[in-house]
């Protein structure tokens, strides 16, 4: 079935340790997107790519990582995470046909780092 | 730079009466903009896109140039309705721009 995965959904983490946040998707989309959500506040894109090889930074200025080696799979990563990283972060995929294509989101990773 | 406000934090209605959430817009460029909702344990899915100029479960909402809005209405509330709304504007990189979002709670 055609889907976008998120891995872990939870994570709880110390400060310094390196992670790796899993983003997949089977719906064939070219275009994906890293969002980074606080509590309350808005969804800020932090990282988006246009397809293989193909990664541009967001509004939101983030110390986060990311690389797009296949279609289907955009990780995000954290060298040494930190608490003020703790949020949730979202990843989405659209086609990036004319027009305002529709974006479609995982579940969300929910990052915690004591 | 492109700015999104959606007012209203919290927003509760009675089943039956109408709604309206709010959102406003600041963007230099031709606006395109979208109602993004997420229901309980659910994902974030687009509801309607001005573009469209659909009603989606009884939803509708205008794109008013004069206003920079585009308030989302439904004239009559359902208890399914409850959920968190967010207002999104396209940007130039065809990337979209979220507001803070509006979570609706229709009361019974």
């Known amino acids: 079935e055609a889907d976008i995965y998120q891995t872990p959904r939870y994570l709880v983490i110390g400060t310094g340790k390196k992670i790796t946040l899993e983003c997949s998707q089977t719906?064939?989309?070219?275009?994906m997107y890293w969002y980074q959500q606080d509590p309350g506040m808005e969804l800020h894109l932090i990282h988006y790519?246009?397809?293989?090889?193909?990664?541009e930074k967001g509004d939101l200025s983030s110390e986060s990582t990311v690389s797009r080696i296949r279609t289907e799979h955009f990780p995000l990563t954290l060298e040494s995470a930190r608490p003020s990283h703790t949020s949730q972060y979202l990843c989405?995929?659209?086609?990036?046909?004319?027009?305002?294509?529709?974006?479609?989101f995982g579940p969300g990773t929910r990052l915690t780092v004591t | 730079a492109q700015r999104v406000t959606q007012p209203e934090k919290l927003l509760s209605v009675f089943k039956g009466a109408p709604v309206e959430l709010k959102c406003n817009y600041s963007y230099s460029g031709s606006p395109e903009l979208f109602w993004y909702v997420q229901y309980s344990r659910q994902r974030l899915q687009l509801l309607l896109r001005?573009?469209s100029r659909e009603s989606i479960k009884g939803f509708t909402a205008d794109l008013n140039k004069g206003e920079t809005s585009f308030h989302l209405k439904k004239p009559f509330a359902q208890e399914e309705d409850s959920a968190m709304y967010y207002c999104a504007l396209r940007t130039g990189a065809n990337n979209l721009f979220f507001g803070t979002g509006t979570r609706l709670t229709v009361i019974p």
């Open positions: 719906m064939g989309h070219d275009k």
């Open positions: 001005h573009i």
């Open positions: 790519s246009y397809g293989v090889n193909s990664t």
């Open positions: 989405a995929s659209s086609e990036p046909s004319s027009g305002t294509p529709e974006q479609y």
